[in-house]
C-alpha cells in the first residue's frame, strides 16, 4: 500500500538513499531540506525512475516553515503517513580539539585551540537545537495527519554515540542522546493512538559532514579515521545502502508490533569494548 513518506534533512547522503529506496517500494515522498535545490535535485532523480517525490523548502528549527511545507504535502501529496527526521549534524563551535584534557592544554596558544572550558554555548544550543529541537517540531507539524490511521509511523535519526559517547563532540552526542530518550518517550505517548516511533543509530558512514575528518586528500584514513575502523569489528565504513532495509523494515506494516526501539547500524562499533 503506498504512503505519503514525509522525511526531513532530504537533500543529504543518507536520507537522500532512503528516499530513493522508499520511492521504489511505490510509496509517495516529500523531501524537506533547507536547502530547495538539493531537495529537488532527489526528487528528479526518483521522477527519473518513475517514482512520485516532491522537494520543498523546510527549516526543522522554524514551526511557520514547517507548517507551510506541510500544506503543500497535503495538497499535492495526500497526508502524511510516515515521518523521517533525518535532519542534523555537529558544530565545530561544540567539538574539543583534542579528546582528553591535560594541563599542558591550558598553556596551548595555537588559534582556534578549544577544550571543554572554551566551548561555544552557541556552538552547543546550534546542535542541540538541530538534532534535539529539529525532531520535536516535525513531529508536532506531521504527527497530526496520522490521529486515527492505521499503520502510520515516525522514524527518529539517532547515533550510535548516543550509547556510548565519543571523544571531542560532547554537544553532539548528548543531542543525539536525546534524540533516543525522546524516541521512546514518543513510542509510549503515540502508542494508544496507533503511531509506532523507532530510530537508527548508524554508526560510522562517510558524509560530506565528517569526510575531511575521517580521511587525508589522498584518500587514506586520517588517524581518528583509522582508529574508528580498529573499533569497528566489521572492518569498514558504513555504506549509505546499509540503512535501506532497517528502514524499509520499520517503515512497513511487517513491524506493527515494533516501538520504542533504536537500532544500530554501526559494523557492530557500539558492542565492541576493544578487547
Not at 173 to 188: D, E, P
Not at 232 to 243: F, H, K
Amino acid at each position: 500500500m503506498s504512503k505519503v513518506i514525509v522525511i526531513t534533512g532530504a537533500g543529504g547522503v543518507l536520507c537522500s538513499t532512503l528516499a530513493k529506496a522508499l520511492a521504489k517500494e511505490g510509496h509517495k515522498i516529500a523531501l524537506l531540506d533547507l536547502r530547495l535545490e538539493a531537495a529537488e535535485s532527489i526528487a528528479h532523480e526518483i521522477h527519473a525512475e518513475g517514482g512520485i517525490a516532491i522537494g520543498i523548502t523546510a527549516n526543522v528549527l522554524d514551526k511557520t516553515s514547517l507548517e507551510k511545507a506541510k500544506k503543500v504535502v497535503n495538497d499535492q501529496l495526500g497526508s502524511c503517513n510516515i515521518l523521517i527526521n533525518g535532519a542534523g549534524g555537529n558544530h565545530p563551535l561544540g567539538t574539543t580539539t583534542n579528546p582528553f584534557l591535560t594541563e599542558e592544554d591550558f598553556i596551548q596558544k595555537a588559534e582556534g585551540f578549544k577544550t571543554f572550558f572554551d566551548l561555544d554555548i552557541e556552538g552547543i544550543k546550534f546542535v542541540f537545537d538541530l538534532n534535539f529541537v529539529g525532531t520535536l517540531l516535525p513531529t508536532q507539524v506531521f504527527a497530526e495527519d496520522m490521529i486515527g490511521k492505521a499503520n502510520c509511523s515516525i522514524l527518529n535519526i539517532s547515533s550510535m554515540n548516543a550509547f556510548t559517547p565519543l571523544t571531542k563532540i560532547p554537544a553532539y552526542s548528548a543531542a543525539k542522546a536525546a534524540v533516543s530518550n525522546f524516541t521512546q518517550w514518543l513510542a509510549v505517548h503515540f502508542s494508544k493512538v496507533g503511531i509506532r516511533v523507532n530510530a537508527l543509530a548508524p554508526g560510522f558512514f562517510l558524509t560530506d559532514q565528517n569526510r575531511a575528518l575521517l580521511t587525508n586528500s589522498d584518500g587514506s584514513l586520517t588517524q581518528r579515521g583509522q582508529q574508528i575502523i580498529d573499533q569497528t569489528p566489521m572492518g569498514r565504513y558504513g555504506e549509505p545502502e546499509d540503512l535501506i532495509s532497517t528502514t524499509l523494515y520499520l517503515c512497513d506494516d511487517a513491524s506493527s508490533f515494533v516501538t520504542g526501539v533504536v537500532i544500530p547500524i554501526d559494523g557492530g562499533f557500539s558492542a565492541y569494548s576493544g578487547v
